[in-house]
């Protein structure tokens, strides 16, 4: 079956500028975790939603950042005025439910020149 | 809050010879860890996990980890590695609650003929 979907793969955009990048679940996969991968980094967690709403914004960063769900099923990760360390490859991830496997999209390469 | 540390950033290794990945992991509560692998150009891909039970887990392509408590280990091995395993590694871990999965910084495995 089809897995996580993030469009764009790819986004180049100027400092200050507003973003959105999309997440695509598994059908039927409730829960939705967004993380951020920098340069030779690790994945770091930054919001988890079960169903509409978020149940873990703890580790956006600041309010530039802000994600919705509002049907429970695509999500939507919304920065504003972009800064060059914003920089990295964000992943969207979906599990059936609560403590089940989490399934990793591709992610969106962003890039803030 | 948990933390998870990968010494080896990078493993060289030939074809065909064993290999272990190591990761050590630091937490005040009961843990539950995992490994992803990420090919290039592709999403993470979950090769195994330990929630209780049995501390070997076996996972896919001939891949294992073995749980160690005392030592706050959770090491990868495979006996014998093919070509296709170059890839970087992640290990993780999660609290009670699943809510997020705190990464290491990885370890790309470089397998050569």
């Known amino acids: 079956g089809a897995g996580v979907s993030q469009t764009p793969s790819n986004k180049v955009t100027e400092k200050g500028k507003y973003v959105e990048l999309r997440c695509d679940p598994i059908?039927?996969?409730?829960?939705l975790y967004w993380y951020r991968q920098s340069l030779g980094q690790g994945p770091e967690f930054l919001i988890y939603?079960?169903?509409?709403?978020?149940?873990?914004d703890s580790g956006l960063p600041n309010d530039r950042f802000f994600a919705v769900r509002p049907e429970g099923s695509v999500s939507t990760l919304k920065i504003q005025r972009t800064e060059r360390g914003d920089s990295a490859v964000y992943l969207c991830?979906?599990?059936?439910?609560?403590?089940?496997?989490?399934?990793f999209g591709p992610g969106t390469r962003l890039t803030v020149l | 809050a948990q933390s998870v540390t990968q010494l080896d950033s990078q493993v060289p290794v030939f074809e065909e010879a064993p290999v272990e990945l190591r990761c050590n992991y630091s937490?005040?509560?009961?843990?539950?860890l995992f490994w992803y692998v990420q090919y290039p150009n592709q999403g993470l891909q979950l090769l195994l996990k330990?929630?209780?039970?049995?501390?070997l887990v076996k996972g896919i392509n001939g891949f294992e980890a073995e749980f160690n408590k005392s030592q706050t280990s959770f090491h990868l091995r495979k006996p014998s590695v093919h070509i296709s395993d170059t890839a970087e590694y992640f290990c993780?871990?999660?609290?009670?609650?699943?809510?997020?999965?705190?990464f290491g910084t990885g370890t790309r495995l470089l397998v050569s003929p």
């Open positions: 991830a979906s599990s059936l439910g609560h403590g089940d496997t989490q399934y």
């Open positions: 059908s039927g996969h409730t829960a």
């Open positions: 939603f079960q169903g509409t709403g978020a149940a873990d």
């Open positions: 937490s005040s509560v009961s843990v539950y």
């Open positions: 330990y929630l209780s039970g049995s501390t």
């Open positions: 993780a871990v999660s609290g009670e609650g699943f809510q997020k999965l705190v």
